[in-house]
């Protein structure tokens, strides 16, 4: 097996703010440091969630310090894709933020299908700030893995292992193939993926194991990995 390099930042968490979570954005970023990470995404969960922020909380996110005990801060959204293939937050707010993430959640989103499915999230994907799906794995709500990986590819998209799916892979159904199948359209197409824990309290912040293992044991390419140096993040996100 390959010799992989450090994963060196998480780019999906969640705080207090997404109301389902536990932790404070210094909290998260104490536990991103003391785990040696030198970048972290707070995601709050975008309209659509029960609990979560108002979307007005968007609206001074420079406020917020981008460096915290070290450790470089982005801020962003994972914002609900919704069934006309729309997302869940207005563009003024998306605007806002250092970034995005488009994920189908069941709480706000109706199965139509994998061709329906695709199609709903390919047309979030389009979006500028999009830059990460988050946890593609789940046939509750089915994907055709190829056009997904062709369109992240063409946007500019990296498609997400998601640490969190695979501690409760009862929750997410065919979780492990669907990432098997991702992943080999991710290495013909030269779509980039992300490795995230998606934590929701400070001491999961980090936690990427399960999931990079399970890149590991595919012998994924490690250049389409992008939470593995700081600079390629950057420059994905436009950032640099
Ligand atoms: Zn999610
Ligand atoms: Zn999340």
Not at 13 to 30: C, F, L, P
Not at 127 to 144: A, F, G, Q
Not at 184 to 198: F, N
Request: charged content about 25%; glycine content about 8%; some cysteine.
């Amino acid at each position: 097996m390959n010799e992989y390099k450090k994963l060196i930042g998480d780019l999906h968490s969640h705080t207090i703010v997404s109301g389902h979570a536990y932790g404070t954005i210094r909290e998260n970023a104490r536990a991103a440091a003391d785990i040696g990470l030198e970048i972290l995404g707070i995601t709050e969960h975008g309209p659509g969630i029960p609990g979560t922020c108002d979307p007005f909380y968007f609206c001074n996110l420079k406020a917020i310090p981008r460096e915290l005990y070290g450790v470089k801060i982005m801020i962003g959204c994972e914002i609900n894709v919704l069934n006309e293939g729309k997302l869940s937050l207005d563009q003024r707010w998306i605007d806002r933020l250092d970034y995005g993430i488009a994920g189908i959640h069941l709480l706000c989103y109706k199965d139509c299908g994998k061709e329906g499915n695709t199609e709903n999230l390919i047309s979030c994907m389009k979006n500028e700030k999009i830059k990460i799906v988050s946890h593609p794995d789940d046939d509750h709500t089915p994907l055709d893995y190829e056009k997904l990986a062709i369109a992240a590819k063409e946007y500019g998209v990296a498609l997400e292992v998601n640490n969190s799916s695979l501690l409760k892979p009862d929750h997410r159904i065919n979780c492990f193939e669907n990432y098997k199948t991702m992943l080999e359209w991710c290495e013909k197409t030269g779509a980039m993926i992300v490795i995230d824990s998606d934590a929701h309290d400070p001491s999961a912040v980090g936690r990427t194991d399960k999931a990079f293992e399970l890149v590991k044991q595919y012998n994924f390419p490690e250049e389409q990995i992008l939470n593995n140096d700081l600079h390629k993040i950057l420059r994905f996100m436009g950032k640099e």
